[in-house]
């Protein structure tokens, strides 16, 4: 049986290496959920102070660091920064404790949900109203930043915050493909029971998590404008940001599904 997969796997690895014909479509700029947070969101936040939840990633399309972002804007505090697998800068190897610390160039604590919790507790929630959620996802379920997205909404839950999600494009598009999780394997690696290659936005998965999987926070999603399901990275216009060292280029996250399949038969 694990041959089978395997070779199965090894046939939807050689299949997504292919060229990608969307990949050659005219660039259609998509306005990020950041970038719609930034211009017209951020007025419910006046006088709230925020926790964020980032890395490299969370950067508008002219690149700019949403931390960065927030902290221009004077009607809104900023209590603390929250790092997830591959630490704040992205540069991490994947599985490393990433440890806690304070920024330097921010002064901003920085807590990470990749070291001795993977879930934020009282303490580091102290002082925060709203937790915002700013990470680029690759569209794979083993990927462990939505994983990180749905512990800090159940610590939201817990803790009476709201939490905001800042929506991003799935880079491989909204083709649902792969094995659906079973719920006795569930693990970081996969928390609930969807298809290895998912099909949805961080902000779509937050949606699905809250409500379907009954988490229960007082979530907000701030939807990105002219994205369509259809599109593949090129076609959004918008620069790739290396999400992990794993993932340098957009395209890797094409094979990344399968190679998930590999390992779980090998």
Request: hydrophobic fraction near 45%; charged fraction near 20%; aromatic fraction near 8%.
């Given at each position: 049986m694990r041959n089978l997969?395997?070779?199965?796997?090894?046939?939807?690895?050689i299949a997504?290496?292919?060229p990608m014909r969307a990949a050659t479509l005219p660039p259609a700029h998509v306005t990020l959920g950041d970038e719609v947070f930034l211009r017209d969101g951020w007025h419910d936040l006046h006088g709230r102070c925020v926790g964020v939840i980032t890395n490299q990633t969370g950067v508008t399309s002219r690149l700019e660091s949403i931390v960065?972002?927030?902290?221009?804007?004077?009607a809104i505090c900023i209590k603390a920064i929250y790092a997830p697998e591959h630490g704040l800068r992205g540069d991490r190897s994947a599985g490393a404790y990433v440890?806690?610390?304070?920024?330097?160039?921010?002064?901003l604590p920085v807590y990470s949900l990749y070291g001795a919790t993977r879930r934020p507790n009282a303490a580091m929630l102290a002082g925060v109203d709203v937790l915002l959620f700013d990470i680029q996802d690759v569209g794979d379920r083993a990927y462990t930043y939505i994983s990180t997205m749905a512990n800090v909404m159940q610590a939201a839950q817990a803790f009476h915050k709201e939490i905001w999600v800042l929506d991003r494009p799935n880079p491989i598009g909204g083709m649902v493909e792969g094995p659906v999780l079973e719920p006795r394997f569930e693990s970081f690696i996969g928390l609930y029971p969807i298809a290895m290659r998912h099909g949805m936005t961080?902000?779509?998965?937050?949606?699905?998590?809250?409500?379907?999987?009954?988490?229960?926070?007082?979530?907000?999603?701030?939807?990105?404008?002219?994205?369509?399901?259809?599109?593949?990275?090129p076609a959004t216009g918008l620069q790739w940001v290396q999400t992990s060292p794993n993932i340098p280029e957009w395209d890797t996250a094409v094979v990344y599904p399968a190679t998930g399949l590999i390992d779980s038969a090998g």
């Amino acid at each position: 049986m694990r041959n089978l997969v395997a070779f199965a796997a090894l046939a939807l690895l050689i299949a997504l290496s292919q060229p990608m014909r969307a990949a050659t479509l005219p660039p259609a700029h998509v306005t990020l959920g950041d970038e719609v947070f930034l211009r017209d969101g951020w007025h419910d936040l006046h006088g709230r102070c925020v926790g964020v939840i980032t890395n490299q990633t969370g950067v508008t399309s002219r690149l700019e660091s949403i931390v960065d972002a927030i902290k221009r804007n004077p009607a809104i505090c900023i209590k603390a920064i929250y790092a997830p697998e591959h630490g704040l800068r992205g540069d991490r190897s994947a599985g490393a404790y990433v440890p806690s610390y304070t920024d330097e160039r921010t002064g901003l604590p920085v807590y990470s949900l990749y070291g001795a919790t993977r879930r934020p507790n009282a303490a580091m929630l102290a002082g925060v109203d709203v937790l915002l959620f700013d990470i680029q996802d690759v569209g794979d379920r083993a990927y462990t930043y939505i994983s990180t997205m749905a512990n800090v909404m159940q610590a939201a839950q817990a803790f009476h915050k709201e939490i905001w999600v800042l929506d991003r494009p799935n880079p491989i598009g909204g083709m649902v493909e792969g094995p659906v999780l079973e719920p006795r394997f569930e693990s970081f690696i996969g928390l609930y029971p969807i298809a290895m290659r998912h099909g949805m936005t961080v902000g779509e998965l937050a949606r699905l998590f809250n409500q379907h999987f009954r988490i229960g926070a007082r979530l907000r999603v701030i939807a990105m404008r002219g994205y369509r399901h259809s599109m593949l990275w090129p076609a959004t216009g918008l620069q790739w940001v290396q999400t992990s060292p794993n993932i340098p280029e957009w395209d890797t996250a094409v094979v990344y599904p399968a190679t998930g399949l590999i390992d779980s038969a090998g």
